[in-house]
């Protein structure tokens, strides 16, 4: 505490010819970003993500291995704290992902492109998702948790909710518990 931060670099190391190759991760000189989640997406696609050392941005990269040239994926904005490791749940095409965001000030999933296009809003209301229960794309319906019983007070009182995968008629099903989903 009380000391500088390091100032971090990414580089591509090519396990055959010994090459490096500097990957751009945003202001090369400056100890007030961080760089973390480095991971291959089911497509191939390497991603990590930058923050300020606030944590009041998240910036999601993506990679050119051979190049080192990066491009943001989705980038998000908060007033006072972003979320450091949002959900990122890819569908079996690996170029679509539900991404999890509070941009409304509620946490809500987008379904998002890995160009870094938003393809459409799925989850909408006045309460937070809790998570992702099921994605039948069979069906064409995600499955997810949230506590959305925000008048009776109750903040704990968790229901199963559905929408289609086009961001359409979302629905708000009965109160359940794990224990009872397994059943």
Do not use: C
Request: negative net charge; glycine residues 6%; charged residues 25%.
């Amino acid at each position: 505490a009380g000391e500088i931060n390091p100032i971090v670099h990414l580089e591509i190391y090519d396990l055959e010819s010994g090459e490096r190759t500097p990957v751009h991760v945003g202001e090369e000189t400056t100890p007030d970003q961080y760089i973390y989640n480095m991971k291959f997406a089911p497509g191939g696609e390497f991603l990590f993500s930058r923050t300020d050392r606030l944590q009041r941005e998240l910036d999601v990269m993506t990679v050119d291995v051979n190049t080192g040239e990066t491009r943001v994926i989705v980038s998000e904005k908060q007033d006072h704290f972003q979320e450091n490791n949002p959900t990122m749940q890819f569908l079996t095409d690996n170029e679509r992902f539900i991404w999890e965001t509070e941009k409304t000030k509620w946490k809500h999933y987008e379904l998002r492109h890995i160009n870094g296009s938003l393809i459409n809003t799925l989850t909408t209301g006045e309460f937070p998702v809790s998570s992702i229960v099921e994605v039948d794309e069979k069906n064409n319906y995600l499955y997810f948790s949230a506590t959305s019983d925000q008048t009776k007070g109750n903040h704990l009182n968790t229901h199963l909710h559905r929408v289609k995968l086009d961001g359409t008629n979302q629905e708000k099903s009965i109160p359940y518990t794990m224990e009872s989903l397994q059943q």
